[in-house]
């Protein structure tokens, strides 16, 4: 349960960090802000959070597929 509660903090450090605050004004800082000052957090931060979630997703099947060879 800490181990949760840790994971969220930590999460929402990651996305103040990338963010800065700018998604609690709503929709409306995607019209307000000029589109070359915002390109890279519309763009990358969604893409190198899949990228990260598939570098997990591979690291966890290794370590499965391991654990299940070492049973045989």
């Known amino acids: 349960m800490i181990r949760m509660v840790s994971l969220r903090t930590e999460v929402h450090e990651i ?23 915002i390109w890279k957090q519309v763009t990358l931060v969604p893409n190198c959070g899949g990228l990260i979630v598939s570098v997990i997703n591979v690291l966890k099947s290794v370590v499965d597929d391991d654990n299940f060879r070492r049973e045989w």
Request: charged share 35%.
């Open 15 to 37: 996305h103040d960090l990338f963010w800065d605050g700018i998604p609690y004004r709503g929709a409306s800082w995607l019209r307000e802000e000029p589109i070359e000052d």
